[in-house]
């Protein structure tokens, strides 16, 4: 492989991140999480994911909530 296959290989690599790097600039646009709504739709993982989720979530309230029969008292 000579120096001038060399010289451009890597001025069509400089060429192709020009316009990437163009391409990519011009297609700005707004991030919005709404975009994603619906993208994980009757995927298995992500039905496991939220389930495990659901579970941590329901431990963490039965973990707060206030034992009955027992009266808590205000801290002055």
């Given at each position: ?23 990519h600039a011009g297609s700005k646009r707004p991030k919005d999480w ?43």
């Amino acid at each position: 492989m000579g120096r001038a296959t060399l010289e451009e290989r890597v001025a069509a690599l400089e060429k192709q991140m020009g316009m990437l790097l163009a391409d990519h600039a011009g297609s700005k646009r707004p991030k919005d999480w709404r975009l994603t709504r619906g993208a994980f739709t009757g995927d298995d993982l992500m039905k496991q994911v939220f389930e495990e989720g659901r579970k941590i979530r329901e431990a963490e309230r039965k973990r707060v909530q206030p034992r009955r029969g027992k009266k808590r008292h205000a801290h002055s």
